[in-house]
């Protein structure tokens, strides 16, 4: 299986930024190009929910209503990276963000059972 290990959490005040990034090593058998990754994010109480993601070949996006405009996914498939800027936050952005990967082409998937390999997670914290 891939490992997948996120950075770039932390604490940081409303209406601030933060860059967070997920490293993606690739497993004997598939290459990085050829999963669909995705960022989600949990809050204690909360079920996971899809923040953002990006097709293979990067060129492709989607966003949560909730962060369209404010956050931005990209990947770089030279460095085998996933990236989530983040802007404009607020308190309501505080959980643990996870990166995920599922293998295909349906970069649209938006359902996390549907992927099947995640990182460990990274928390971002917003205070008011």
């Known amino acids: 299986q891939p490992q997948l290990v996120e950075s770039g959490g932390g604490s940081v005040q409303a209406g601030g930024s933060l860059r967070l990034s997920c490293s993606f090593t690739?497993?004997?058998?598939?290459?990085?190009?050829?999963?669909?990754m995705a960022w989600f994010r949990q809050a204690p109480g909360n079920q996971r929910e899809a923040v953002a993601g990006v097709s293979n070949s990067g060129k492709d996006t989607w966003y949560s209503d909730s962060v369209k405009e404010r956050f931005a996914i990209s990947r770089d498939n030279d460095k085998k990276t996933v990236t989530l800027q983040m802007n404009s936050l607020n308190a309501g952005d505080s959980a643990t963000y996870y990166c995920?990967?599922?293998?295909?082409?349906?970069?649209?998937?938006?359902?996390?059972?549907?992927?099947?390999?995640w990182g460990q997670g990274t928390q971002v914290t917003v205070s008011s």
């Open positions: 690739e497993d004997a058998y598939y290459a990085y190009e050829t999963y669909c």
């Open positions: 995920a990967a599922r293998r295909g082409l349906s970069w649209w998937v938006r359902d996390p059972d549907e992927y099947t390999d």
